[in-house]
């Protein structure tokens, strides 16, 4: 669906439910996110067979597997508003895969197609405020922190402080244009 120079964005497929189940069961990558680890064999393949029905371009959300060498490293979660002109994003890649820029090139590519062929207007976050790695990628990409909500979600039994990003199709297409 999305190629970069080293990944593939696709739809997810069964045989991705093994790797799938493998990073969503890792502590440190279920912390800020909405499941909990362990996260079972079964609940993965109907996870992903939920995943593999969805149209990334109808409203609402589709999960985009991220692929290196067609082996599942990750996902990017975007959810289209139903103006079609706004959308929310979230991501996480596998422990192993962290630290070499994948996450940076397959959400700036997912970007790409949204602000130049799909031409949305606006791009949004939220993030948890301990989630350090998630912030600096994003401002890695040119988010704009545009608010920050003390204790304004009751998470995994404590209330957590989340922070607010936000990336204009201007804003994408200026920092392209110079590189
Ligand atoms: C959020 C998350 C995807 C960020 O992953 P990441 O590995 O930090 O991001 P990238 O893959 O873009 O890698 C960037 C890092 O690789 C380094 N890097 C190494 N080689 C690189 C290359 N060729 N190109 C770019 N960066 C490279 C960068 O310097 C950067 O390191 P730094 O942050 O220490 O400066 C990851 O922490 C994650 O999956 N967390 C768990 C799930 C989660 O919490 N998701 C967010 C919910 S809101």
Known sequence: ???????????????????????????????????????SPEEAQRTVARFAEGDPLQ??????????????????????FDNLMQADIGYTLAPEY?????????????????????????????????????ARLLERLGFQQEGFRPQNTWFKDEWTDDLLFGLLQSNWRSARSAG
């Open 1 to 39: 669906m999305i190629t970069t120079e080293r990944l593939e964005l696709r739809r997810f497929q069964p045989e991705d439910a093994a790797a799938f189940s493998a990073y969503r069961s890792v502590p440190e990558v279920a912390r800020f996110q909405s499941w909990n680890a362990p996260f």
């Open 59 to 80: 409203p609402g959300w589709f999960q985009y597997a991220i692929a290196l060498d067609g082996q599942l490293i990750g996902d990017i979660g975007l959810n289209t």
């Open 98 to 134: 962290q630290g070499k820029g994948y996450a940076t090139e397959a959400v700036g590519g997912l970007l790409d197609q949204l602000f130049t062929v799909r031409e949305l207007h606006r791009v949004s976050a939220e993030v948890d405020a301990r989630n350090v790695a998630s």
